[in-house]
């Protein structure tokens, strides 16, 4: 059925257009159907003229097969090329307005903070506050605009081939239980609950240590960010052949069906995520699959809206 709707999409030229934001004209699949009109009226004409002046049927058949599959050929290569621009074009416009948003409330806090300090105008407020208060607030919102520039230039390495990491012998029930003490606190206060199991004697995994903390760590804070009021994140690490399992499971919020499909795409957020305020830049679980995926492992999930979800991902033994 999915696979019915995808190919259903991916033939409608009106839909191209409305993911590219361009003209008709413009779109790569209404191009693609104009040109595949265009390649069977000059393999018809073709066909006449050779018939015309050829008298050998089998001649007839492999110029016509010839003219077509040069002319598919072209189509496919001229399409191909014009589908990467416009996808490029829609991730640059994309970009400039997600980065936009995402500097935008953190500058602007910083702005206002500053204003405290500094305006006259302000005394009653500044008095109600002490320096560390504001101090915070500056901490916070620099975190989160260091935090956005690291995922963006993350991005830009793996999109341009420019990604490097090392492996290593990583002991990953070890790994994990440093990131749950670290995330414990923000677990406790948002009334999260982490267990974490493991099959004992685990073999060490090859990976890079310094990346993989990062993908358990945006699993777990996910795991727990996307739970509301209260629940329990479940971490199960296990052998299962030459590779190591890793399952996390969370009564959070879960994931729209519809936009399962979209979930590990650069700058992708579900609405119901938007319509809890969620912080976050969409580059997580994208940067994660790949990291995953350069370490010779692979990451996937399930999710039930209003449920919750459940991400694995492999990784290969040393």
């Known amino acids: 059925m999915k696979n019915t709707e995808k190919i ?26 104009l040109m595949g009109v265009i390649i069977i009226v000059v393999i018809i004409a073709t066909y006449f003229i050779a018939t015309l002046r050829i008298n050998n049927p089998q001649s007839v058949a492999l110029i016509v097969i010839a003219v077509a ?25 994309e970009f400039i307005g997600i980065v936009s948003h995402k500097l935008r409330t953190p500058l602007t806090n910083l702005k206002f903070s500053l204003e405290l300090l500094l305006s006259s105008r302000f005394k009653k407020v500044r008095e109600k506050m002490n320096e560390e ?4 607030i500056l901490k916070e919102n620099t975190q989160k605009m260091i935090d956005l520039l690291n995922d963006l230039l993350t991005v830009s390495r793996i999109d341009t081939g420019e990604f490097y990491f090392k492996k290593e012998a990583v002991f990953l029930e070890e790994l ?17 609950k982490i267990m974490l199991a493991a099959e004992k004697n685990l073999p060490i995994v090859s990976a890079d240590p310094f990346w993989l903390e990062g993908v358990i ?3 777990v804070d996910n795991a727990i960010r996307y739970i509301k009021h209260q629940g329990e994140v479940q971490i199960k690490i296990q052998k299962r052949k030459k590779e190591l399992l890793f399952e996390i499971r969370d009564t959070g919020v879960g994931i729209p ?14 609405r119901n995520v938007l319509k809890h305020q969620t912080e976050g830049t969409g580059l997580g679980l994208y940067i994660a699959k790949k990291i995953l995926e350069f370490m010779g492992g692979k990451i996937w999930f399930k999710s039930k809206e209003g449920e919750g979800s459940t991400f694995w991902f492999t990784l290969p033994i040393k």
């Open 69 to 93: 599959t040069v002319l598919i050929i072209i189509d496919f290569i001229i399409t191909r090329s014009i589908e990467r621009m416009a996808e490029a074009s829609r991730m640059k416009t």
């Open 257 to 270: 069906k519809e936009e399962q499909r979209y979930i590990f795409q650069r700058f992708f957020r579900s």
């Open 8 to 33: 259903l999409e991916s033939l409608n030229p009106l839909a191209s257009c409305k993911k590219y934001r361009i003209p008709l004209w413009q779109c790569p699949h209404f191009l693609f159907l």
């Open 217 to 219: 760590g945006k699993l």
């Open 176 to 192: 994990t239980k440093k990131i749950v003490l670290r995330l414990k606190p923000f677990a406790q206060a948002s009334n999260v």
């Open 133 to 136: 208060d504001y101090m915070a």
